[in-house]
Structures are given as C-alpha cells and as structure tokens.
C-alpha cells in the first residue's frame, strides 16, 4: 500500500543544534516534495518545495534533501531556536490524476529547548 | 495580499445533523482544496475545486460535498454528521494546474465537534 511515514515521536533538541526531520514514502512516484510547518489550531505554512531532479534545496537556516531512489526526504534546520518549535509536515504528489492531489505525512513536532 | 479565510473557527453539532463550512481563497488563486485533519495526524484530502466543477477526490463518502463560486470561494457540506467527523477542516487555495507545485496555502481552518 502507499505510505508517507514521518517520526511520530517528538524531536527534543538543545537550541543552537540542527534539527534533522525524515520523511519516507513507498509506492509513490512524486514529481516533488514539500514541507510545511504548523503550530498549534492553525493551518499549515508552506516552507519548501523540491523537485524529483533536484538533490537538495536551501533557504536561509532550512535545507531539504530529495533522494528518490531511497524514497526519502531529510529536513534540516541549522542553528535551531525555540521558535522553530512546531510539527513540521512533508506532502507529495501522487503523480496519478489530474487533480494534483497533496497527500501529506502525519508530522514531526520539534521541541527546540533553550 | 489577502490570505485564505474560514468560517467559522468552532462549531459544534451533535450526530445526523448537517453542517456547512466556508472558505474565501488568496487573491488570484482560482483553485480550492480540502483537507480533514485529526488529532495527531496529517491533513486528508477531501476533494479540490476548479472553476467551480470537482477536480479529484480523496477516500470520502458522498455525504462531503462541495460548492466553488464564481468568486473562487468555496463551501463545504457534510451531511448525516458522525462521531468520526470532529476534527479540523483546512481550506487550501492554490494556483491551478500544478502550477509552481501546487503550494497549497491554508487557511486556520474550522474545529468541528460533533457530540
């Protein structure tokens, strides 16, 4: 069956740190990869899109990693504060219609001490 | 820049009831999605409208319908409401047809509680 898995279990790390977020797929051929953030009773924010011929993309103090041939995307916040803490969401395309469905992860929540 | 706004915030219904849910998207932005989410999960895709007809459909019974307008703002019915239902309602407008990778952007969205 088509699956997304993201860590389920929180990410606790020290401020200053990189926080490193995975996200694995199977049975998906998507022709990119996106990362959200969202913060408690709000809606998800758009923070990276990557392509399938892309390897990494980077903006600021975020980078994403796309390996299609392991299915697998890595989320990397550099210099960690406390106000990166949320849960952060991965969403791919299915590749299978037209309706350019998102179908997205069940999220990490980083907790970033400081 | 007008971002995506919902109405209302919270809304509470008890079982077999009807509920409407509604959406205005970004500015410039003439497609709609909907998404489910649950407690502790990620978003669920409902369905997407485009100029007003449905454009795809994710694993949701009948009784979740939509409407778009000519405005691009949009409306979410759920009839015979269930137990189940109670979780938060996100509305995404994007631009159509993949276009920049179909970034959805989303509004806070409606907690429906359904007692």
């Known amino acids: 069956s088509q699956k997304i898995e993201q860590n389920s279990e929180a990410l606790n790390i020290q401020e200053g740190k990189t926080a490193t977020l995975t996200c694995n797929y199977t049975n998906y051929s998507p022709a990119y990869l996106q990362w959200y953030r969202q913060d408690p009773g709000r809606g998800p924010v758009f923070l990276l899109l990557?392509?399938?011929?892309?390897k990494e993309k980077r903006k600021e103090r975020l980078k994403v990693t796309f390996d299609t041939t392991l299915k697998q995307s890595l989320f990397h916040i550099t210099a960690s504060q406390p106000a990166d803490s949320a849960t952060y969401l991965c969403a791919l395309d299915t590749g299978m219609d037209s309706s350019y469905k998102l179908i997205f992860g069940s999220g990490t929540r980083l907790l970033v001490r400081p | 820049e007008t971002g995506v706004t919902q109405s209302p915030t919270h809304l509470i219904k008890t079982r077999g009831q009807q509920v409407t849910l509604r959406c205005s998207s970004q500015?410039?932005?003439?497609?709609v999605s909907w998404y489910q989410q649950a407690l502790g999960q990620g978003p669920q895709f409902i369905f997407q409208y485009y100029r007003e007809e449905e454009n795809g459909r994710g694993n949701f019974p009948p009784r979740f319908s939509g409407l778009q307008f000519p405005n691009y703002s949009s409306e979410l019915n759920v009839n015979a409401l269930e137990l189940d239902d109670s979780a938060l309602y996100l509305c995404?407008?994007?631009?159509?047809?993949?276009?920049?990778?179909?970034?959805?952007?989303f509004g806070a969205g409606t907690r429906l509680s359904v007692l």
């Open positions: 990557i392509r399938e011929n892309e």
């Open positions: 500015s410039g932005h003439n497609t």
């Open positions: 995404a407008s994007s631009l159509p047809g993949g276009v920049k990778g179909n970034i959805q952007y």
